[in-house]
């Protein structure tokens, strides 16, 4: 009988993908675009850890552009005065950034 192998899941980042997509209140536009991308980052990376083949990359790809994608709104909402620079602690951003270095070795694989 096979035995089937499990694979490892993806760290859990969507506690401060939902904080991110939370700093933004004011401007329904910007705010909904850094749901959906923030969204996207958690979704497509597990889904990229359970595809085969180029599907893979792919997801790990997406993943990579929709974390980007993440920072990019909070630079627009903070260079709008949407947000404060307060409101974007530097926890926050450090955890993102350390998503994108994942994300982008994931994608290179």
Do not use: W
Request: hydrophobic content about 35%; charged content about 30%.
């Amino acid at each position: 009988m096979r035995t089937r192998t499990r694979k490892r899941k993806p760290k859990r980042h969507s506690g401060f993908l939902v904080r991110a997509s939370s700093v933004c209140p004011r401007a329904r536009r910007p705010q909904s675009q850094l749901r959906r991308a923030a969204t996207s980052v958690p979704l497509n990376t597990h889904e990229g850890a359970y595809s085969q083949g180029g599907h893979v990359r792919a997801r790990f790809h997406t993943a990579l552009g929709s974390a980007a994608e993440v920072r990019a709104c909070l630079d627009v909402a903070e260079a709008l005065g949407y947000i404060s620079e307060v409101e974007v602690d530097a926890k926050l951003r450090d955890t993102l950034d350390r998503v994108v270095a994942t994300l982008h070795r994931l994608a290179r694989r």
